[in-house]
């Protein structure tokens, strides 16, 4: 089962429309909210005039903050979140889109009319959305050895710039979705999470109600790339007004806010100073970032994550700051921090390589390091290299002319790129159940979440391969905080995660069903002691012989029992003070781009990578992930930015029209290799997990190519026309 390239066992729910989405539901009584968000982006409400809209046909309230109740902020220990202000919590507007007033109505289509019959005035103050980015405090050292300043000033060749990535908005085709029920005691509350656990226990603070009376369910996602990992204000708003009317409350937010309130990832600037000796030996490396936060919130992009283990250099320095701006709160959008850096760094070095005159293939296994530097530990299985050399072999790499527009096809100009990259492992704690049924099924239950990624399977995966029961006999629950609780659907983490929780529990369910085949009367093996009994194949037999073992089922059966269930826990490994290993994955992004100047026409041709992801347990669904997470790259290279009015500091481009995405016709070719090296030192099956990893290295490998294709040298993303057509 390990390994297997299984289809998706929740796809046909999918195309058959079965799968209920959160804005799927329906229940009885259930009214329909529509938030109003401010038309400024900085200032204080004045006056809310909610009399029209109160008087549109089918409106049965209209909340501010006079009369949403009571909303309690939460405490740190709570749990993840970015917006830390209770909605309607004061009257300062600090960003566009902030939500003002909720319209309660039969109808969706009474509340919206009535929404746009919401009166707000303003004291407007001038919003701070500019893109220049400096830090507003002093920055905070992430990490530093040796004397990089004093490297850098007596190296014989180095580079001092400056890459900045925009704001991107997370467009999932699911848009932020809550339909809150309350019972007069218990909130259930259908939400599309990334995190159900997480949801149940921040919102539980909010409403200043127990854990216990909060429950939270997602079954199906439409996607989240970290835009739903964290509780937002829409999601309370619900919750708050179902409290308030006593009838429950669907509120699905718009496409256009979609870009105002859930989120987004954080524009960055980063500089980057790298030096070598001549034969390109790193001898010192400063990474100094900035990225813009939200007014309330302290978002740190991190994106000096990857840079102190990355490469071998005895003097490194990283840094991170924030400057705070007139904009919703941004927020994890896959692979944060790793993936807006090692566009600034590993763009860095493709220009440390065109300075050293040297290949950026070989200047990157000149500077393969032998353990973690930054935390003087050993890697726990590191297979950069050969990420490196099996993709040049599968690129054709050493055809390469490095010369500027020097290679060309059918009279287009062809740029070839690469760039590493690399992605957290870790494991989150997990807890689950697992059950084996007299029916010869299984059932395995947690409360983690599928966003599209294939958790579903993947559990099944596990159950059937641990006990020999088919595939498609084991049913998958999770989604719910009435399970037990599960990782987060975020950092690519939850197929490591899962491991030793789902192990254990099957183990111990499986330990019980032999358990029962020694005991009582009807028991097959009766009197023969269960330690000479073995699980294997469905069956429970003697071990040293496997004629006359018995499904499983048969032995429940004789027993009388329904079914016999084990329970694994296991702590996480995320964030551990004293790691003894460094646990990565890796890989290496091959791209080819064309160019033709007389039509200002740039294309992504092909793209081979190569990843370090651990064992893979599912082909196809990993292919899935990477393949995916590449055109997600094409469009961070290429199209994606989110633009801020500078006048009234509003998302500007905020539709799916003029916020423009990779989508098939950008797709490329993509030719996918997984190095399959086990990872023990993770979990027992060396999983690691991928997904981010996908689009890490995407963007620099294209502005390689774009400069080997071009001339032009793109350090502020994307890549526009406009900047390829101002030359070198
Ligand atoms: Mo991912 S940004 O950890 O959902």
Redesign the pocket.
Known sequence: MLGQALPRIDGPYKVSGAAKYTSDRRVENMAYAVAVGSTVAAGRIARLDVSKALEVAGVIEVFGRGNIGKLYKPSPEAGMFDEARPPFADDAIRYYGQYVALVVAETFEAATAAAGLVEVSYREAEPNVALDLAPDDEPNEVSQRGDPAAAFDAAPVKIDQNYVTPAETHNPIELHATVAIYDGERFTIYETT?AVTNTRNVLSEILGVPREKVRIIMKFLGS???GK?WPWTHGTLAAAAARSLGRPVKLVVTRKQMFEAVGHRARTQQRVRMSAERDGTLTSLQHDAVNAAGMLDEYDENCGEATPYFYGTDNLRVTAAQTRRNIGSPT?????GAVPGLFATESAYDELALALGMDPVALRLHNEPAQDQDLAIPFSSRHYTECLTLGAERFGWSQRTPEVGSMRRDGTILGWGMAGCSWIAARFGAEARVELHADGSARVLTGTQDIGTGTYTILAQYVADATGIPVERVVVEIGDTDLPPGPI????MVTASMVPAVLEAVRKAMKSAVGLAAKGDAAPFKGVPADQLVFADGRIGRKDSTAGAVPFADILQAASVAFVSGSGKAEGSFGQEHPKYSLHSYGAQFIEVGWQPEIARLRVHRIVTVVDAGRIINPRMARNQIEGALVMGVGMALFEEAHYDPRSGAPINSNLADYVMATHADAPHMDVTFLDYPDTKLNELGVRGV??IGLAGVAPAITAAVYHATGARVRVLPVTIEKLLLGP
């Open positions: 990334q989240g790339f970290g990992l994890a959008m896959r692979g944060p659907s975020g950092g690519s997904g981010e």
